[in-house]
């Protein structure tokens, strides 16, 4: 695939061979964690350390090419083409390699591959995944969010009907797994999408080379990169990195101060002096910069201010319009008519008919 961004390989992935290949095998290569056997399985994992991720929300693998190998549950899981595995949250799971690398622009024609779908009450977060075997490390494309309550439901759904396998749930479940592809399409195609790395370079959660906080250990083996020469010291994430992670994780639940700093496993005090020297802001000014992005978004659908503000974790609607305003000079009743303006686009006015 010739790629001009991922956002449209991603949506050709989808229209040329996921909707296909549900069309034709239904949900009948989509697994649950208990459904993994050792048929599913390669030998254990590489990795002595392995960082397992736990997320709050179901997340759906799509393995694209090649056979991806994978941590779910302490099992080696690999993703063949075609093959579908859908977590629930607060599933155990990891990459099976050293280090993680990020990739601006990763082409999903590369082998092995997995498509990866993070489920949030507000939307999905959309990324790849490269198995660079030769290196040793999972090279992950720039992730970015189509947003809508839908998906949420969707999904959960889905996942009500594998896990009921109560009459004709193979059927209910095809059409479900379908429409939720089909959102996902008309999401990547309208207004309601968002690159989540919508701050400047220097405040963005995660660095281009991150590696899993539990791994301290680090490969023995001196690997070069062909076209770079030697690979970046990867070091373990810096307190501000887990901190930054927590937020971006987060935003829109009512986190604190505290929360953030329990997270980052550092005294209130210590962590904004760090956060600060590194980012520029403290804890919860970045916070806001995160939830704020993530509000101009949202305030592109027909959504209600109101619930904009919960979906990113202001309780309050008034609080949410005033510090919208200070922090863009307009209401966001304001900037959404600002905005519409902007993209309608220029027709001709009929003549009348008088």
């Not at 069309?23 to 993994?36: N, T, V, W």
């Not at 048929?39 to 590489?46: D, E």
């Not at 397992?52 to 991806?68: C, V």
């Not at 929360?259 to 002096?273: G, K």
């Amino acid at each position: 695939i010739v790629m001009k961004n991922i956002r449209e390989a991603v949506h050709d992935v989808i229209a040329q061979r996921v909707l296909p290949w549900i069309e034709r095998d239904g949900i009948s290569k989509l697994l649950l964690p208990e459904q993994i056997t050792q048929a599913h399985c390669a030998t254990p994992m590489r990795c002595e350390r392995p960082c397992y991720l736990r997320y709050r929300g179901p997340i759906l693998g799509i393995g694209l090419t090649g056979k991806a190998p994978h941590g779910i549950d302490g099992k080696t899981f690999i993703f063949t083409r075609g093959r579908m595995v859908l977590l629930p949250g607060g599933t155990d799971n990891t990459s099976v390699l050293k280090y993680w690398r990020r990739n601006e622009n990763l082409n999903p024609g590369r082998s092995p591959s997995i498509l990866w779908m993070l489920v949030y009450p507000f939307g999905i977060r959309v990324q790849i995944s490269h198995i660079a075997e030769e290196e040793d490390a999972t090279e992950t494309s720039r992730p970015y969010m189509l947003l809508g309550r839908h998906f949420n439901r969707l999904i959960n759904n889905l996942l009500e009907e594998v896990q009921s396998r109560s009459p004709h749930y193979a059927t209910i479940g095809r059409g479900i797994l379908t429409e939720f592809m089909g959102r996902c399409l008309r999401s990547a195609s309208a207004a309601a999408s968002v690159d989540i790395l919508d701050l400047p370079p220097s405040r963005r959660p995660f660095g281009k080379w991150f590696t899993p906080k539990s791994h301290k250990g680090l490969p023995k083996k001196n690997r070069r990169d062909k076209q770079h020469g030697k690979l970046p010291p990867r070091q373990p994430p810096s307190r501000v990195q887990v901190a930054q992670e927590f937020i971006y994780y987060h935003y829109h639940m009512p986190i604190n101060l505290d929360d953030i700093a329990e997270a980052a496993e550092s005294s209130v005090n210590h962590l904004i002096r760090q956060f600060k020297t590194v980012t520029g802001l403290t804890p919860i000014a970045y916070l806001l910069q995160v939830r704020m992005a993530a509000a101009r978004q949202l305030l592109l659908t027909d959504l209600k201010v109101s619930e904009v503000s919960r979906l990113i974790g202001i309780e309050d609607a008034f609080y949410f319009s005033r510090l919208f305003r200070r922090e863009t000079g307009a209401n966001p009743l304001a900037y959404r008519r600002r905005m519409s303006k902007s993209t309608r686009t220029p027709h001709t006015p009929r003549k009348s008919t008088r």
